[in-house]
């Protein structure tokens, strides 16, 4: 209690002017924090209920590892699919208390775009020994609060803004030592507890190392910098010993995610940077698109951010601070266009220029806020306030950042992948989809990767033109995936499609065996709104519940619904075909043998007409009508025949099940 009554200002306290002048930074960076915070977080609201596919392969991963499974994609095949290790243990660590996997991400996505505004609120407002610290803590935040790349990505489930949040505690960390006078006296253990932002840095993101890296460099650069035409490449001792001990925990922590990585998947680098990563002139040109196409909604940050430019000319102390961002400056642009860019909205990958900007930002306006004269501090107040408004206009007519409002897609595999897990989790099925993420997630099915960033083989065997398409799209082998003998197998997008738009699906599609083994069927998923799928699905797999011999065929309901006809649940959660009389339910039975059989279903509602048909002429059905329906199969081989099933009447008739019998096998 005494601890509370020393720390918490009393009312005479509070009364008192000399009180407030003594704690006016505090009370300086709390405002920004809360006035910036608040903001980001009705910027982000705007962008609910956006969540992107690709982020639930994080959450995979998390709810396998909190189911016992460990970090793999599926039983018995370790691959890292993942390139974001941190995000998907903090995800991991908030559901083990039960929350929603989802709502998890969303609350590290808050909260590290909040740390992102702390750091830059503080860096300016505490660890500043200038005067007249307020404008640059109030405003400069908010061009991170009112960055789409910040709104996006808070809601989105991608660890961007926890690269954002790493980064900026890294350079505030960074420039607080540097703050000091001479900034290299600090002892080794400031130096080592500046690095521990850097190397969570280099947990979050594949990329994380490259970063930090360049935060080293430029903090030993700028320790021996003293002016423009400064001995870079000569620095002393002390400098080179900072360093040292400033990247002692980020290369501890990326030399050992690297030994895991080679003991638990055997890979050096992460099966997502094999997937994507290719270094041709193709990717290059996206990449510069990608940067090209950014500089337009950013350009008042930009602007803003340039005016650091007089400073690391005029100003020694201002140029050390400055001299630490300017690796990062030079790196991440063409490193960017180099990877192809990205196809992601709210364009994630400069979210390192945007903090770079926002730290440049502020050294600008703090520098022109200790001039001397009223009318200079004047200026630079409002004309940082007129970038905040052109900012602000131009964020919200982005399209990469309001197209978030078109990407409801993204939560449709929830009722997808709910359905497929109730009916076809037992059996163990195995799916197959080039959207990797919401349904997979929500089905738990063992799960291939038709564009091969969770699965080894197809990340490790490239096409020949591989680098010549969108980043992350170009993978793919036909005859590798159907080896798999996947059970469902969804082309494009969640709800599925009859047209395959990658390279696996177009190889399946042009295999004969595809068409012979596999059928398009029309699921029908009900969740917040109901949803038809549109599956293909293979015809005599035991994992879906088909069951033969040579003399017993079981066929389950949902094996009729192509056409028109639609796989749905009744009451009791069985999942059977509704047929009408213009939708009737139609399957193939590839090779009966030959003989009499007897077909009997069980269904609900209108009383139902069956017939039987054969597929070849040489090969004569009889059928007659009743339950059970009899027919025969003549001639010397298997003969394929074709099923129809439909109501009698105009009413519906839900099918859950056909049983085909042999009674006799002499023909």
């Known amino acids: 209690m005494s601890f509370w009554k020393t720390r918490l200002p009393t009312w005479q306290q509070l009364r008192n002017h000399n009180w407030w002048r003594a704690h006016y930074r505090w009370i300086l960076v709390i405002a920004a924090t ?40 599926n039983d018995n095949e370790p691959v890292e699919g993942y390139s974001n290790l941190l995000w998907v243990l903090l995800c991991a660590a908030i559901g083990a208390f039960g929350v929603d996997l989802v709502d998890s991400a969303r609350v590290v996505g808050h909260a590290s775009a909040f740390a992102a505004i702390i750091a830059v609120a503080t860096t300016f407002g505490l660890w500043r020994t200038e005067q007249r610290p307020q404008a640059a803590t109030l405003l400069t935040p908010l061009f991170l609060a009112i960055s ?25 960390c960074v420039f607080r030592i540097m703050c000091q006078e001479p900034p290299y006296t600090p002892r080794r253990t400031s130096w080592i507890l500046a ?29 021996h910098t003293k002016g423009l035409g400064g001995r870079i490449w000569r620095p002393r001792l002390g400098a080179i ?127 022109m806020m200790r001039r001397k004269k009223p009318a200079t501090r004047t200026w630079a107040v409002w004309a940082t306030i007129a970038c905040l408004g052109l900012f602000l206009s131009d964020q919200m007519h982005d399209n990469e950042n309001t197209v978030t409002q078109r990407y409801g897609w993204t939560l449709e595999g929830e009722s997808i992948g709910n359905l497929f897990r109730k009916h076809f989790g037992p059996t163990d099925a ?34 020949p033109d591989w680098g010549k398409r969108n980043v992350g799209h170009d993978l793919g082998d036909g005859k590798y995936v159907l080896g798999r003998e996947p059970d469902l197998v969804l082309f494009g997008l969640c709800r599925g499609g009859e047209r395959p738009k990658y390279r696996s699906g177009h ?104 017939s039987v048909s054969p597929r070849r002429q040489e090969a004569v059905s009889s059928s007659a009508t009743g339950d059970p329906l009899t027919f025969a199969v003549t001639g010397n081989r298997p003969v394929d025949v074709d099923i129809t099933l439909h109501p009698t009447g105009e009413g519906i008739t839900l099918v859950l099940e056909v049983v085909l019998r042999m009674t006799d096998g002499t023909q």
Not at 37 to 42: H, K, N, Y
Not at 196 to 221: F, K, N
Not at 269 to 276: E, I, L, Q, R
Request: proline fraction near 5%; aromatic fraction near 10%; glycine fraction near 10%.
């Open 34 to 73: 809360v006035i910036a915070g608040t903001v980001l977080a009705f910027h982000a609201r705007f962008h609910l209920p956006f969540f992107m596919d690709d982020s639930f392969i994080s959450l995979r991963y998390s709810q396998r590892l909190l189911d016992g499974k460990g970090l793999t994609w």
């Open 148 to 172: 789409g790349c910040f709104g996006v990505w808070a809601v989105g489930g991608i660890e961007t803004v926890l690269v954002a949040g790493c980064l900026s505690w890294g350079l505030a």
């Open 195 to 223: 690095g521990i932002p850097l190397a969570l840095l280099c947990l979050t993101r594949g990329d994380g190392p490259l970063m930090a890296g360049c935060v080293g460099i430029g903090v030993l650069i700028a320790l």
């Open 241 to 367: 010993l900072a360093s040292v001990w400033l990247m002692l925990i980020p290369v501890s922590v990326s030399l050992a995610q690297l030994g895991f990585r080679l003991w638990y998947y055997g890979a050096w680098v992460p099966n997502t940077a094999s997937a994507k990563v290719s270094f041709t002139a193709d990717r290059f040109l996206l990449g510069c698109d990608y940067l090209k196409n950014a500089l337009a909604p950013n350009k008042a940050l930009i602007a803003i951010a340039l005016s650091a430019l007089i400073p690391l000319i005029a100003d020694p102390k201002a140029r050390s601070r400055l001299w630490v961002m300017v690796p990062l400056a030079i790196v991440i642009p063409p490193y960017v266009a180099s990877i192809g860019g990205d196809f992601f909205p709210g364009r994630r990958h400069i979210v390192v220029l945007i903090v770079l900007a926002a730290f440049a930002a502020g050294e600008g306006i703090q520098w």
């Open 430 to 463: 195995r799916l197959a989809v080039d959207a990797a993420g919401c349904t997979p997630y929500h089905s738990q099915l063992t799960t291939i990767d038709m564009l091969g960033l969770n699965d080894r083989y197809l990340a490790t065997h490239p096409p």
């Open 507 to 610: 190889e399946m599609r042009s295999d004969r065996s595809f068409s012979t083994w596999y059928s398009l069927l029309n699921f029908e998923a009900v969740g917040d709104e109901t949803l038809k799928t549109v599956a293909w699905t293979r015809n005599d797999s035991t994992r879906l519940g088909v069951d033969r011999t040579d003399v017993f065929v079981f066929l389950p309901g949902f094996v009729f619904a192509s056409g028109d006809a639609v796989a749905r649940k009744d009451h009791e959660g069985r999942l059977g075909v509704v047929t009408t009389a213009s939708s009737p339910g139609k399957t193939t039975v590839r090779k009966l043998m030959p003989g009499k059989w007897e077909a009997e279903a069980l269904s609900i509602g209108e009383p139902l007409f069956m």
